[in-house]
Nanobody, 118 residues
Framework: QVQLVESGGGLVQAGGSLRLSCAAS????????MGWYRQAPGKQRELVVT???????NYADSVKGRFTISRDNAKNTVYLQMNSLKPEDTAVYIC????????????WGQGTQVTVSS
């Protein structure tokens, strides 16, 4: 079993920045892909960015040039640096990883709220 704990969400003004963190713990043999999704009220969950164990990234068009994902494999932690935030970035940001554990597969965090005001 793997647990994911997100932190770093909050309220910021448009144009501001936040850095989200997601730490995985538990019986982890290895972690392959990690990344972030987001879901706004009444809207579909959408991919924000993914990162492979080798560092390959894939960003949604809406965040390219503004968000940066990074990964610390030694700490089983993934980060999301969010700059030039817009009100439309407001959502619950949900961390995930694909892990090899006693039960292997996709694991999800409980989410952290990001609110961007005008």
């Amino acid at each position: 079993q793997v647990q994911l704990v997100e932190s770093g969400g909050g309220l910021v003004q448009a144009g501001g920045s936040l850095r989200l963190s997601c730490a995985a713990s538990g019986s982890i043999f290895s972690i392959n892909g990690m990344g972030w999704y987001r879901q706004a009220p009444g809207k579909q969950r959408e991919l924000v960015v993914t990162i492979t164990s080798g560092g390959r990234t894939n960003y949604a068009d809406s965040v390219k040039g503004r968000f940066t994902i990074s990964r610390d494999n030694a700490k089983n932690t993934v980060y999301l640096q969010m700059n030039s935030l817009k009100p439309e970035d407001t959502a619950v940001y949900i961390c995930y990883c694909n892990a090899v554990s006693h039960i292997s597969g996709a694991y999800w965090g409980q989410g952290t709220q990001v609110t961007v005001s005008s």
